[in-house]
């Protein structure tokens, strides 16, 4: 009955009632955060290559495949539950204990799923993700990160990577990454111990073990990332629809589905620790089955196999092998207390990363002010605290300003990204206002959680200011019509220092009882258009002042006024004066009669009698007939 049982399980898996009972008492607690949810295919079994076309919201380019439905390990757990005494589903042994070879999990790659579970736990209560799920999955996917081939800090000791995903006999994944993370700048591959492909990863990455990197060989990334993905859509794991969606999420198989439910349940009856690459290796995978082996380390039709096992892996807990179990019994008890395996952390508290414990960002109350072109006087900053209101070191917190103002963080940033402090402090550096005066807000939010709302911190661009102009000089300017003046020169201060990039405004009025611009005084020039320029925008260099060059005189006389005005209530008047050109006519006339006609006739005449007489002198000489 209990091998027809066992069977039963590796067809259609657990039943939903089994599953989802077994789901709640594992029930932790999770959520996906920040991440949008991927786009699931959920009919069943999918052809291989279908859908590759299409890009998927949640991220990855297989249809919201986590994996790009690349193979996986199909060995499937004994037929006959663990039954590790004194361990509860929940929280296995901390000392390493023997017991049957598949229910033993690398103690790093545990610590890895444990840390994953109650990470989520703290985010969202509501998927009820348990590390049972995760360890069934990592199984299939990599049998345990290749046993617990891992590093101290959890990455793998070498890589662990899929076939590339070409189409031949896989989906067909064009390359994402350009071989950043797979090597390979043609097609993607699955990589890591959970299997993601890359622009899966890409959009689901995690840095679990804070070491400032989102590494998918890295057995606590990986499992954290995997369990924000499974959580992904509001799904409730405890709900059995829930939990096959999940699953078929990460590879759109059937009877990947009836596998990982496999694993789950059975590390739901119990799991053991066992040192790091000392995990059990899978053999079978779903690209190169092996007909003649054996797809579970107990063959199902041999019904004495069972019986030998327990003795040959672990002490039998059962009293009816009196023969092995008194020595390791009396023992048992104290192993807890007394043994200390290599990871001292697998068993104690997990500790819940800093992004997940925060609850809410509080805005500093420093006021943000600043005049244009110059640095803000305090800092923004937020304080990250956790739900009982106390502060939460080590958060990533992410400063942004908006579109709209010219304000910007050094090296013309417009983000910024810092850690929270021992205090939960985090402090953004030091922000210089543009040229644009106006108000704006600094958000401030958790990176990858985007359900935690954000920080607004609000900040003000002053425009500089001058509460008194000086004119330097006090040279009349009087310039005839046309004519231009002499340059104009004006001194700015703000309460008695001189006030550098301050704006000044310079406008022709027809009197100093008027600030309306005159319509026929001086102009500083023309426009395009030929019109005079009567207003004018100034602004004082770094020693205070300010040049009004240019200016010309009007077709009217009269007089006018140059008006200076600026922010903070600082103005200058300066007298300006058209005069008429010189009368020269009257004086003119009186002059060239008495130069012009005097040459002519004394010119004319005195050539004409000179030259007449020695021209009729010949009618003279010619006189001689009366000679």
Same mark, same amino acid.
């Given at each position: ?14 039943? &939903? ?60 757990? /004994? ?50 993700? /348990? ?37 031949? #006999? ?7 990454? =350009? ?25 689901? #990455?995690?840095? @679990?073990? #804070? ?10 990334? @990986? ?10 859509? =509001? ?39 066992? /040192? ?44 009816? =092998? ?192 008027? =600030? ?33 060059? &240019? ?18 209530? #600082? ?57």
């Amino acid at each position: 009955m209990a091998a027809q049982f066992g069977r039963r399980l590796r067809r259609g898996a657990t039943s &939903g009632a089994i599953v989802a009972a077994a789901v709640a008492a594992l029930a932790a607690s999770q959520g996906p955060g920040a991440i949008p949810p991927p786009t699931d295919n959920l009919s069943g079994d999918t052809a291989i290559g279908a859908g590759d076309a299409t890009t998927p919201h949640g991220g990855g380019d297989a249809g919201g495949s986590a994996t790009g439905d690349s193979p996986y390990y199909t060995d499937l757990p /004994p037929l006959n539950p663990p039954k590790v005494p004194g361990v509860a589903p929940t929280a296995p042994q901390v000392p390493i204990v023997t017991g049957p070879a598949a229910a033993g999990i690398p103690a790093t790659v545990l610590a890895a799923y444990q840390r994953a579970e109650a990470a989520i736990r703290a985010s969202d209560p509501s998927c009820n993700l /348990p590390w049972q799920l995760l360890a069934g999955i990592g199984k299939v996917e990599s049998g345990q990160a290749s046993g617990g081939r891992v590093d101290g800090n959890g990455t793998t000791l070498t890589p662990i990577l899929g076939p590339a995903l070409d189409g031949n #006999g896989f989906a067909l994944i064009q390359d994402t990454d =350009d071989g950043a993370f797979d090597g390979d700048t043609t097609h993607d591959r699955a990589l890591g111990p959970m299997q993601f492909i890359p622009s899966t990863w890409a959009a689901w #990455g995690q840095d @679990a073990n #804070g070491d400032g990197k989102k590494d998918p060989q890295n057995v606590y990334d @990986a499992a954290l990332a995997a369990g924000m993905y499974l959580c992904a859509g =509001d799904r409730n794991l405890a709900i059995k629809a829930d939990l096959d969606k999940a699953i078929l999420s990460y590879n759109r198989s059937t009877e990947y589905l009836t596998t990982v439910l496999n694993w789950f349940e059975y590390y739901g009856r119990g799991a053991h620790t066992v /040192p790091d690459g000392a995990g059990q290796l899978p053999v079978d995978r779903s690209d190169r089955p092996a007909p003649g082996r054996s797809p579970v380390p107990v063959s199902p039709s041999s019904p004495t196999a069972p019986s030998p096992r327990p003795s040959q892996d672990r002490p039998s807990p059962k009293p009816s =092998d009196p023969a092995t179990t008194p020595p390791p019994k009396p023992a048992e008890p104290t192993k807890p207390p007394t043994a200390d395996p290599s990871r001292p952390d697998v068993g104690t508290p997990v500790e819940v990363p800093p992004t997940l414990r925060v609850a809410r960002l509080k805005a500093g109350t420093a006021t943000l002010t600043a005049v244009t072109g110059s640095a803000f006087a305090q800092a923004a900053s937020v304080t990250a605290v956790d739900a009982s209101g106390r502060p939460v070191a080590g958060v990533s917190v992410r400063f942004a300003l908006p579109a709209t103002t010219d304000a910007r963080f050094p090296a013309g940033a417009t983000t910024v990204t810092v850690v929270s402090d021992a205090r939960g402090v985090a402090e953004a550096p030091a922000l210089r206002a543009g040229e644009k005066a106006a108000s704006f807000t600094i958000r401030a939010t958790v990176p990858g959680r985007s359900s935690l709302p954000a920080a607004e911190l609000k900040a003000t661009v002053e425009v500089r200011k001058a509460d008194a102009l000086t004119r330097v000089g006090d040279t009349a300017l009087t310039a005839e019509t046309g004519a231009r003046y002499a340059d104009v020169t004006v001194e700015a201060r703000l309460a008695g220092a001189l006030a550098q990039g301050v704006t000044v405004t310079a406008v022709i009025t027809d009197s100093s009882a008027s =600030d309306a611009q005159s319509a026929d005084g001086p102009s500083f020039g023309k426009d395009a258009a030929g019109n005079p320029i009567r207003t004018k925008v100034l602004k004082t260099d770094a020693q205070g002042r300010l040049v009004v060059a &240019g200016l010309v005189a009007g077709q009217k006389a009269g007089d006018y006024v140059l008006l200076l005005t600026a922010p903070g209530g #600082g103005t200058a008047k300066v007298a300006l004066e058209v005069t008429a050109p010189a009368p020269t006519s009257p004086t003119d006339p009186t002059e060239k009669p008495t130069t012009d006609p005097a040459p002519t006739p004394s010119t004319s005449p005195s050539t004409s009698p000179s030259t007449s007489p020695s021209a009729t002198a010949s009618p003279t000489a010619s006189a001689s007939p009366s000679a």
